[in-house]
């Protein structure tokens, strides 16, 4: 379950920021994506053309498209995946040798000189999305329609890859759902180096179970049908072939009868194809060789691990005659970098991604502390480390060995900095955040609670004089993500729920990243048993360390996701410690959840059955004694209404009181402001209510 990378109720304090950068091969050109301001969703695309220091506005959609921009099914399903609530430009290709950008607008494709600003419409079918510029600059592949085409050259736009009979259950070029929304694989196609070809998947999803989202505020909508992988049930068939221009098509059989997962795939000229891959138990990671003439595939390298191999961005990536990846020791308990599967980063340090790899060195995050994450340059021989970041934070980077830019998030300010070292300026620079600063004075204090050190953050109101306040839990808890950051912006919901008079505890417990392989895997076969003790044990050592300043017999606990599985699980398993829950958008039943992220640390259902049952929340419903809100948007593709519903139905039979809250035309992320911050009110007065605290 990814983690929604903006906090929805803050939506509004992220607009204008800039972000997705890109620097050119050069080092000359800088480009990123920026509305004009934080009340602005409208996505522009900028340029900063070094020596100079201004950036210029390259492309307006809003000058560029006078009419409606609106997106195909596929498309908001891709942002969707990606957690994009931003509108306008988002995502975007670039050839920088050739001075070229292409990207998706309005179902239509534009192509843009760097130099001049001149924008171009490409001929493209309608529906157009994901387009690829092709390595020799002159053609563009894209997907629309279930089918890959390829527009720019003398032929013109055509199709190269598409199901004879139009099957809507068949798409070339295309990410599969759980490629998109747990592997971080958002694409389908790639080019070859000579530009004749593309590795193409084919994905299949006849024999995944259909699924309905309904609008129900409008009875004559059809529900739209969605294929969707449970747990436990079939997957989308991927298969992957090699595509001539010139109609040949050559089949890759990268599944050699073991593989499920195609995690990763690249096209170059020095290594060929090459490509990752995993079976369906996630406890190995295979990185196979594809000869491009005959399809032949040749192992390189495996990694197995007794829990699972975990999937980072930037690896494993072959440069020169060495193979990078990323592996958990265990003996270290430590999650490093590998140069043909010796650690090249020290014990203790735990790598977050890998942002380049050159022939000498890689560009990496990683945290010595879970609350901070830095940049660190480290050499492929391990001779060398060097961090890149200083201020604690939160920190990323992009770049070449000309031009850099450091983006920081710290606890000084909700906006993040972006910022330019090249040598082709005289001092570093700081792109402009044009985004707004919440009405907040933030009182966050970020501490080690319990033996375990638990990282924990206290939120008190701005103005408190010192009486004793209720508490919420405000945690996410799961895997794949932290909340306790030494970065202001995520406090900002946190922030605004102190100051209606809650102390807030958030507390990243058993199964979060970045304290090593055995405290994340501590979750495998169970995701409820660790993960609720921790924030329990938390809570009352937080308690104990405040004085009298927590009320405990007032304690409410709200989340969304898996934070909102938290929540009810929290009232439901421990009405002792808990009085009260806000469960937004829940996982109630693991078996409901996908293939890729739930097999990954509960296994396959027929061989955990227990766990899957003693995890489920609507068999503890008749255990529910404390006040439970329920909010779930409709149009959730991810974690399913059903969710929801199944629950409140088996609270019902058995006679327990609760609320619903079903958000029409709402998905996962909550991106409409104003259902975004009636969701705030309407949370802070059910807690209220239910903890009897006075709302005068």
């Avoid at 005959?294 to 390189?300: I, K, M, P, Q, S």
């Avoid at 998030?409 to 300026?425: E, G, W």
Wanted: aromatic share 6%; glycine share 8%.
């Amino acid at each position: 379950m990814s983690y929604p990378r903006r906090n929805a109720a803050t939506q509004r304090f992220t607009l204008g920021a800039p972000r997705n950068f890109i620097v050119s091969r050069s080092g000359e050109h800088i480009l990123f994506c920026r509305s004009t301001a934080g009340d602005d969703p409208i996505n522009r695309l900028w340029i900063l053309d070094l020596p100079h220091t201004e950036p210029r506005l390259l492309v307006d959609p809003v000058e560029l498209l006078a009419e409606s921009t609106e997106m195909t099914a596929a498309e908001r399903a891709r942002r969707e995946r990606a957690r994009e609530a931003g509108g306008g430009i988002v995502t975007y290709t670039t050839h920088s040798s050739h001075g070229i950008i292409v990207f998706a607008l309005g179902q239509r494709l534009f192509r843009t000189d760097y130099a001049t600003g001149e924008t171009t419409e490409l001929n493209a079918t309608a529906g157009a999305f994901d387009p690829r510029i092709a390595p020799d600059g002159m053609r563009v592949a894209y997907h629309a329609n279930g089918a890959l085409y390829v527009t720019g050259d003398e032929i013109g736009d055509r199709a190269v890859a598409s199901e004879p009979d139009s099957d809507p259950s068949v798409a070339w070029g295309i990410a599969e759902f759980v490629a998109a929304e747990e592997m971080g694989r958002g694409r389908g196609h790639w080019w070859s180096p000579d530009s004749d070809r593309l590795l193409v998947a084919r994905v299949d999803t006849s024999a995944v179970a259909t699924w309905h989202i309904s609008e129900p505020v409008d009875a004559s909508v059809t529900p739209r049908p969605i294929p969707y992988p449970a747990a436990g049930e079939t997957n989308a068939t991927v298969d992957l072939f090699i595509v001539g221009l010139d109609g040949s098509t050559v089949a890759v059989d990268w599944r050699q009868s073991e593989h499920e997962y195609l995690t990763n795939a690249s096209w170059t000229r020095t290594h060929g194809i090459t490509l990752t891959v995993q079976p369906r138990d996630q406890k190995s990671l295979v990185v196979l060789s594809v000869d491009a003439d005959t399809g032949a595939v040749t192992e390189l390298h495996r990694q197995t691990d007794p829990g699972w191999v975990e999937l980072l961005s930037g690896v494993p990536k072959r440069t020169g005659d060495l193979l990078v990846t990323v592996g958990d020791d265990h003996d270290a308990d430590t999650r490093r970098l590998l140069v043909d599967g010796v650690p090249v980063t020290p014990a203790g340090l735990q790598v977050r991604g890998v942002q380049t790899i050159t022939k000498t060195h890689a560009v990496i995050t990683a945290t010595e502390d879970s609350t901070e994450v830095h940049v660190w340059r480290v050499t492929l021989d391990g001779s060398g480390l060097e961090r890149l970041s200083e201020v604690p934070g939160v920190h990323r980077w992009t770049g070449n060995d000309t031009t850099q830019v450091l983006i920081s998030s710290t606890l000084a300010d909700t906006q993040s900095t972006a910022v330019v070292t090249s040598s082709l300026l005289d001092a570093p620079l700081t792109i402009d955040n044009l985004a707004e600063r919440p009405d907040l004075n933030f009182n966050v204090a970020i501490s080690s609670a319990t033996p375990r050190e638990l990282r924990t953050a206290v939120v008190l109101p701005s103005k408190h004089d010192g009486t004793p306040l209720p508490v919420l839990l405000d945690p996410y808890g799961g895997p794949h993500a932290l909340r306790v950051l030494r970065a202001r912006a995520p406090y900002a919901a946190s922030q605004w729920f102190a100051d209606q008079g809650f102390a807030v505890v958030i507390t990243d417990g058993s199964g979060t990243p970045a304290r090593g392989p055995s405290f994340e895997q501590e979750i495998l076969g169970d995701l409820a048993t660790t993960v609720l003790d921790d924030q329990v044990a938390a809570l009352h050592a937080t308690a104990d360390q405040h004085g009298d300043l927590f009320d405990m017999t007032r304690v409410g606990i709200r989340g969304w996701s898996f934070g909102g599985y938290l929540a009810a699980l929290a009232v439901l398993r421990r009405p002792d410690v808990f009085h009260a829950a806000v469960a937004g958008a829940p996982v109630t039943d693991w078996k409901l959840y996908d293939t890729h992220y739930t097999e990954r640390y509960m296994g396959h259902p027929e061989d955990n059955p227990d766990g899957y049952a003693s995890t489920n929340l609507s068999t503890m419903a008749a255990d529910l004694t404390r006040p439970l809100m329920l909010i779930h948007g409709l149009a959730d593709d991810n974690v399913v209404a059903a969710h929801t519903f199944r629950l409140s139905r088996a609270l019902l039979e058995a006679g327990r009181p609760h609320e619903v809250l079903p958000l029409s035309g709402v998905s996962h992320m909550t991106p409409q402001e104003s259902v975004a911050e009636n969701l705030l009110l309407l949370q802070v007065a059910f807690l209220k209510r239910a903890l009897a605290i006075d709302q005068a």
